[in-house]
């Protein structure tokens, strides 16, 4: 089995800045691609980014030039810097790593103030 754990939500107002981490954990496990998806109330969750084990990032387009993912492979950590936020951005951010199946942790919160 492998763990997820977020970490790094909290209140930001808009025009500011925060950094989501997200450590993936278990025993003689291999991780591939780490992610983020973030879902605001009454919408359906969305991808925000991915990155693989190689470094190849993919973003959705509202976050471009916005956020940026970053992995760190020895520690099976992903982060996620999130610049110029938007109330927009406001939503609970999850965070996935895939080993054998898809693993999901349970969630941090974002809120972006106007």
């Known amino acids: 089995q492998v763990q997820v754990v977020e970490s790094g939500g909290g209140l930001v107002q808009a025009g500011g800045s925060l950094r989501l981490s997200c450590a993936a954990s278990?025993?003689?496990?291999?991780?591939?691609?780490m992610g983020w998806y973030r879902q605001a109330p009454g919408k359906q969750r969305e991808m925000v980014a991915d990155?693989?084990?190689?470094?190849?990032?993919n973003y959705a387009d509202p976050v471009k030039g916005r956020f940026a993912i970053s992995r760190d492979n020895a520690k099976y950590t992903v982060y996620l810097q999130m610049n110029s936020l938007k109330p927009d951005d406001t939503g609970r951010y999850y965070c996935?790593?895939?080993?054998?199946?898809?693993?999901w942790g349970q969630g941090t919160q974002v809120t972006v103030s106007s």
């Open positions: 996935y790593a895939d080993s054998w199946k898809r693993f």
């Open positions: 278990g025993s003689s496990f291999s991780i591939n691609a």
């Open positions: 990155i693989t084990r190689g470094g190849g990032t």
